[in-house]
Every structure is written in C-alpha cells, then in structure tokens.
C-alpha cells in the first residue's frame, strides 16, 4: 500500500478474497501501534506482512466467554450506550477499517476497501466493499454509510456533509482539515442500518436493541440476565466463521471467573489474574499487552455541577503526590503493570510527543511535603489528627471502584492509606458494575478507580479529544453523550483550541506544539490522576482452539472485552480437530 501525494490507501485485490483470515495480514506483530500517524505522512507500509489465522477447523465447541460485567447482565446490543454488551462490537457491528492498537502497519480493511485524503485534509474519499449483506439479508450501501456518518444519535460535529458519488464511493467533507481524526472515522464509528435505526418508534438511547442487524461474523441468538450466546454468520462477507458457537457468561468477580477458567469452564478472558504462571501451567494461553492507562477519574469541574473536595485542583495536585505507585505496581498488580505518564501518551511508544516542559513520568514514589506544601499554600491546615481542611471541615472524598476487581479495589485501599499519610481523607469502597456505569456517565461520583481506553495509534490525539476535549462531555447529572468519554467534566478553552489545531494538520512540528501547551495544562489540573499503564491480561484455552493473537502474530488486540477486536480475533478462531 502505497499513500500518495492524495495520502490514498488502497488494499490490494488478493486480500479481498472471501474469509477474514486472508486479510488480516495487513497487521504485523511489530513494535507500536498502528502507524498511520508516521513522521512521514505521505507514506505507509506494504500491508503484506503477517501469517494467516483461522488456521483450524470448523467446530460446534461452544467457546464460552468471561462477559466482563456482574450479573444481571445488561441486556443491551446498542451500540451507542455505554452497558452495550461485548459481541455487538466487532462481533454483530463493524466498522469501515479495524485498527490494531497493539500492532503496526495499515488497517485492516472490514466495510471499507481504501480510503483518500485530499492535498488539504478537508476532504476524505472512502470506497466501501461490494456484496455486503446485513444479517436481515438487505444489501449494505452507501447509505448506510452515509447514515452511520450523519444520524441525529452520535453524528460528528466537524462534519460538514457526506454524499455518495456512486455506488461504492462516499466523500466526507469537512470545514477545516481534519486528518488527526482518521481514526475516529474510519475506526471508532460503527456501521449501522439505515432502514432499522431510520425508522426507530422510540428514542435511540433506550433502544435495547435485542436482535441486533449487523454485517458481523455473528448474530445473536439469545440474552438473559445470566447469559448471551451468538451463532456464526453464515452470510458473513468475510465467510462464514470455523467457530459456530459462542457463548458470553456473567460472573460476579475476577476471583470466580478466574476459577472457572482454571477449571476448564471458561475459554477465553481478559482480566487481571495475579499469577499467571499457574494459568499456563494449567496449559491456558496468555499475552500480556499494557496499554490503557489505570487512573482515577475525578469529577472536576464545580461550573460543570460537580460537587466535592476533588473540585479544587490543590487537591488533585496534593493527592497525585501523595500515591505511592511503586507500592500500587507491586502490591496491588503484582509487578504487572507498566509507567504511565500524566501526559496520557504513552511511554516508550509515543515519547516524541511529550513536551521537554513537563515531567514524562507520574512520581513512582509518594512526596508527602510536597502534598502538604500544596495544601497549605491554597489555605489549608492540618487538624490535630493531621488531616487538611478549611474552616473546620477536613477533605473527605469517596474513591470508588467495581465489586470483584481485586485489582483496582486492592488499589483503591492503598491509595486510601497513601493519602491519609499526606493528611488526606480518602474512603475506598466498592460498587456494583451498574452504579458505577451510571455514576461516571452521569457525573455523580468524587474519585472513582478506573481505565481510560489508549489510542489504537501511536499519537495521544484521541485520548485529548475524547477524555479532555469540552465538547465531549455535559453538566453533571446529566447522562453524557454517546461516544463522549470525558467523565470528569474537564472543560479548558486552551486545551479546546489546540485539540482543533491538532486535528487540522500532519505537520509533526505544528501538533509538537499544540501537544505542548495541552499537556502543560492537564498536567497541571490533572482532572484525571494517572496510577499505572495497566496489565491487560488475556487468558485463552489453545488446547481445543487455535487462531489466537500470540506475541509472535498480535494481528489484534486480544482481550474478549476489546472494541472492535473481538470480532476480528472470533473470526479467525477454530477448532483443533
């Protein structure tokens, strides 16, 4: 694949052949992620390397599926609400093109077959495959297309119109250049039927959307409180999957679930499991592949409505300085995890972004008279116990995390203990997956321990746009928006304007700069305070499958959780015999 002066891509005919194991090797298992954010823009790799997967035979072995979440299930297949369950995305949806945030390379075509910048990046010219069917058997076309790109539910602002030109070509148009946002359309914006959500007697929102109409390699076949199960689409574009059966459980903690796996109930997982040696003895497969940072997310912004202690960025600053992340690495993740750093790119991959003039690295070690210095600058003084507070009220903040995730909750007490050291009142508790799903979508919380989802490319931009960006959240108590991810109510008009500026250009100088004054601004009110880069584990049974991403082939992101790559890794699984 060669990008032209036009920045075109363009897969190659032989990759276009029918089952999905022949085109994945347009993702390679080399450092980095997706590169179409090189230094030079203008250029891309040959789309050729990697081994072909789905290597197995076709089998009826129902692969059971850790779902994730405590029972009972949501049970929703929306994709534009925030409990939709795993299999819709990727596994029932798809998007135009699958970007591998934990390899390197072009994506990986799905819906779309190329796609075309023009000179000046306000224009995006996409050409989608031909004789694709939605599982209802009505044709998928440039409608749809256009409709995934335009609906009133989750429709980007920053695009000015959208309009076939023939059959199998859509053009994006845009107001200003918008290259840095490739990712966002071509990887993140789910293909959905115009003839199904067009005509929708009810809000879209509270659709649950049972029997879901995809072009994926699956459909489902039912959903209740404890269960939901899928069957191969045997229709699918790609060809039918090896694997016939799926089946997703709800469980009630890591602890259990980790049981079950031990124990052969459980074929594939991504979770947190302390010693992994002991699952691989059991003859289980397992990839560890940190990206996405642990943070805590803070309700931050009193003009937004938020309410609490946690609303004063002394306090913030205070209790970043206050953890002890050395102790969280090893007590908590058991060594595990990776560094994070308070700029959101991440380390080692994307150090060419980070800004000379802010500290790389969140302090691995607690520096309490810094906290304490802090604090009293901005007014506060310590009570006889030691603990900080003004006019007679002490800073109390409630951290909370999900019932059963012996890691974020093991995390959540240190840091409880961590800042009662620096004269910090913080109180850990644990809540069940649905409060908490509700209380950081709607902004009812102080601290919460949680994750924030790493970008699928080597380049900070989407974590900026979608976690700190003003336009991607609402007032707290009110629900955010479908595809908005930024819980903590930021809202920072110097960090608005150079997120603009970022995704008007592919001069690397330009967005230096632009990330430059963004992460001297974050790093400054930390409305999300970074712990680790997280260990994301994926447990998977290679006894009676094969197909799986290896260190060796990471055509996709392997956990079952993962967005997008789900679906991509179950159509390349089989059976063994």
Known sequence: MIRTMGRKRVVAAASMVAGLSLIVAGCSDSEGGDDEMSADPTTSADSTAGAA???GVATDRELVVWAGAQTPLNQTFNPFVPEVQH??????????????KAGSGEPLPLLGESFEWNADGTQLTITIREGVTWNDGEAFTTDDVIYAFTNDIAAPDYIASAEATDDTTVILSFDEPQYTNELSLLGLTWMIPEHVWANLDEDPLSFPNIEPVGTGPYTIASISDANYTGVANPDYWGGEPNLTNVRYIGIDGN????????????????????EPQGMEDAGL???????????????????????????????????NLAIDRSAIKDKAFVGLTGTASPTFALLG???????????????????????QAILEEAGYTADADGFYGKDGEAIEMSLTSVDGWTDYNNAAQLIQEQAAEAGIKVTASTVSWNEFADGRTNGDFELIMGGVIGTSVPDPFQIYKDWFGGDATTPAGTALEPGDWNFSRYSNETVDEQIQVAASTIDEATKIAAYATIQEEITR???????????TQTFYNQTDYTGWPTEDNLYAFP???????????????????
């Open 525 to 535: 009110d930390l409305p999300y305070i970074p712990i680790v880069i997280n260990a």
């Open 349 to 371: 991959r994307d150090d060419q972004w980070i800004s000379p003039d802010v500290s790389a690295e969140s302090p691995q070690s607690p520096e309490i008279e810094e906290a």
């Open 285 to 319: 497969g397992y990839i560890n592949t940190p990206q996405d940072p642990t943070v805590l997310y803070t309700c931050s912004n009193a003009d937004l409505g938020c309410e609490g202690d946690q609303t004063d960025v002394a306090v913030r600053q205070a209790l």
């Open 87 to 100: 299999l819709a995305l990727g596994g029932v949806y798809e998007s135009l093109f699958y970007y591998n």
């Open 559 to 577: 956990p079952a959780w993962a967005s997008g790559g789900a679906g991509v890794v179950l159509s390349n699984l089989g059976g063994t015999e």
């Open 53 to 55: 997967a789905g290597e």
């Open 255 to 274: 602890q259990s679930a980790e049981d079950l796996l031990r124990t052969g109930q459980i074929d594939w997982v991504g979770m947190f499991v302390p």
